[in-house]
């Protein structure tokens, strides 16, 4: 095992990202990698792993780290990520981290980040099956200041009386599971018409906070997760249960993919996907 040199190995507890669209204009880079359930492979062979390994470019100081599983509570999710700086086998940064982490970590630009998925979860149940740990890179404690403020803007209902647009999709089952990340395997038909395992909608001009809501024949919660595509590519920007808690930061032109899935809340209940309606609100405010 590597001696831990200067950092001491630290322990942080978060609450996972949720109904949080991460297309902003001060946006940080984004690096996901999979995981699935048995542990033994090595590097980011994404099809029988545990073990990743994260590339942070050089100027890049700093990592916001997140872990969304499919079947477990993604809180619950331990992840040891560690990084030998100076190549000696000596650990200049490690964290033990549950779920996410509340701020941005230090990292060392340049040196690749080893990310270790736990079987057993931070209160010693059974934690990863499958899912992503991503990172979130910024150059410096101001960069991440500056996109949480652009992120966070608050939705003020009186700018957006009467200027509501309603959309729904229907759609069959769970998709092919948040860890397969390919959105080619939804299965979408043309339109907004029925899919496999998720829905698909178009953020018009003007548009800039979407509300999303679930309704399963099953009567129970529906998980799912959504992804943001545009011109740059598509991106995942989040989770929820049932519906979002609050309305979404959207930008006209991005495609937005909600991902049906069984399994369970973040709170742990029961989810389910068996057939139903997602339902769009997509708000432009009344003076743009």
Not at 198 to 208: D, I, K, L, P, Q
Not at 210 to 227: F, Q
């Amino acid at each position: 095992m590597r001696a831990v040199a200067t950092t001491l190995t630290m322990l942080i507890v978060g609450t996972v990202l949720s109904s949080t669209v991460l297309a902003q204009p001060v946006s940080p880079r984004q690096e996901t990698h999979i995981y699935n359930g048995s542990r033994g492979g090595s590097g980011n062979d994404e099809t029988n792993l545990q073990e990743l390994v994260f590339s942070p470019m050089k100027g890049e100081r700093y990592a916001l780290i997140q872990v969304v599983d499919n079947y477990n509570s993604s809180e619950n999710v331990r992840v040891t990520v560690s990084q030998d700086v100076n190549g000696d086998g000596e650990l200049e940064h490690q964290y033990e981290i549950c779920g996410a982490t509340p701020k941005p970590v230090a990292i060392a630009g340049g040196t690749d980040i080893d990310a270790v998925v736990e079987t057993v979860g931070c209160d010693g149940t059974l934690g990863a099956t499958m899912g992503y740990v991503e990172m979130l890179y910024f150059r410096s404690k101001s960069h991440f200041t500056k996109w949480q403020a652009s992120r966070n803007g608050e939705f003020d209902p009186a700018k957006f009386r009467g200027t509501q647009r309603v959309t729904e999709a229907t759609y069959q089952g769970g998709g092919v599971g948040a860890a397969d990340r390919d959105v080619t395997l939804f299965h979408f038909k043309a339109g907004d018409g029925e899919a496999l395992g998720g829905a698909r909608f178009m953020v018009s001009a003007n548009e800039t906070f979407l509300s999303l809501e679930i309704a399963d024949a099953s009567g129970l919660p529906t998980r799912a997760s959504v992804y943001v595509g545009n011109a740059a590519g598509t991106r995942f920007a989040g989770t929820f249960c049932g519906a979002t808690q609050s309305p979404i930061r959207v930008e006209p032109g991005q495609e937005i993919m909600v991902q049906t899935s069984t399994g369970a809340c973040a709170d742990g209940s029961p989810a389910a996907a068996t057939e139903g309606t997602v339902t769009a609100t997509f708000y432009a405010p009344a003076n743009p």
